[in-house]
């Protein structure tokens, strides 16, 4: 048996493709989007058909698209800065959709203390976070007024809708040999790649 193959993502890999150090940036853009894809939206469809009560475990797998899209659209590099991060990223997400009121923009943090931190460390959700899948937006107030309702189903449709937008930026952004967006990008994906 020979050397296994370095998974790039989950139809990238050392047997089937060229090495990272020779990928343009098409290549970056390519590998990235089935990384998401595969490794996080796909996974986290899958739960939602399969599981109908794998709310917890979707919304871990969708709480880390927000600050990793965030690093990437900033091109940072450094390790650290969650939170800052996590906000910036659902902002991106939801901060243009009609649901998204100041209210709700009021307790970003509370969705990432209890949301990501919670499921991360402690594997539930907080006590201001509650899950309800009739729901008809991926997230509202919480009638008491403090807390929020998350609907994980619909916010695998809203994560897939921005990382599409996101991806046809950048694509327009490399086919014309510029951009903030796409050297942002590049620059972030190098860093993690150990390009």
Same mark, same amino acid.
């Given at each position: 048996?020979?050397?296994?193959?370095?998974?790039?993502?989950?139809?990238?890999?050392?047997?089937? !493709?060229?090495?990272?150090?020779?990928? +343009?940036?098409?290549?970056?853009?390519?590998?990235?989007?089935?990384?998401?894809?595969? =490794? &996080? @939206?796909?996974?986290?469809? @899958?739960?939602? *058909? +399969?599981?109908?009560?794998?709310? =917890?475990?979707?919304?871990? @797998?969708?709480?880390? !698209?927000?600050?990793?899209?965030?690093?990437?659209?900033?091109?940072?590099?450094?390790?650290?800065?969650?939170?800052? !991060?996590? &906000?910036?990223?659902?902002?991106?997400?939801?901060?243009?959709?009609?649901?998204?009121?100041?209210?709700?923009?009021?307790? *970003?943090? +509370?969705?990432?203390?209890?949301?990501?931190?919670?499921?991360? #460390?402690?594997?539930?959700?907080?006590?201001?976070?509650?899950?309800?899948? #009739?729901?008809?937006?991926?997230?509202?107030? $919480? +009638? $008491?007024?403090?807390?929020?309702?998350? $609907?994980?189903?619909?916010?695998?449709?809203?994560?897939?809708? #921005?990382?599409?937008? !996101? *991806?046809?930026?950048?694509?327009?952004?490399?086919? &014309?040999?510029?951009?903030?967006?796409?050297? $942002?990008?590049?620059?972030?994906?190098?860093?993690?790649?150990?390009?």
């Amino acid at each position: 048996m020979g050397p296994l193959p370095e998974f790039y993502s989950p139809n990238f890999h050392s047997a089937n !493709y060229k090495k990272p150090s020779d990928w +343009t940036k098409e290549d970056k853009i390519s590998v990235f989007l089935d990384r998401v894809e595969g =490794w &996080q @939206l796909g996974i986290a469809d @899958l739960l939602s *058909i +399969t599981i109908p009560s794998a709310g =917890w475990p979707v919304l871990r @797998l969708l709480f880390s !698209y927000f600050e990793m899209i965030a690093k990437y659209q900033y091109g940072f590099v450094k390790k650290r800065e969650s939170s800052r !991060y996590f &906000q910036l990223g659902l902002e991106s997400v939801f901060g243009k959709e009609e649901f998204f009121s100041e209210d709700l923009k009021s307790k *970003i943090n +509370t969705i990432y203390e209890e949301g990501r931190c919670s499921l991360y #460390h402690g594997g539930s959700l907080g006590p201001n976070l509650k899950i309800l899948y #009739h729901l008809r937006v991926p997230m509202c107030e $919480n +009638t $008491n007024g403090i807390g929020v309702i998350l $609907n994980p189903r619909l916010f695998t449709v809203s994560i897939r809708r #921005h990382l599409y937008v !996101y *991806i046809a930026k950048l694509r327009e952004e490399a086919d &014309q040999k510029r951009g903030n967006l796409l050297a $942002n990008f590049e620059k972030r994906f190098d860093w993690e790649s150990g390009i």
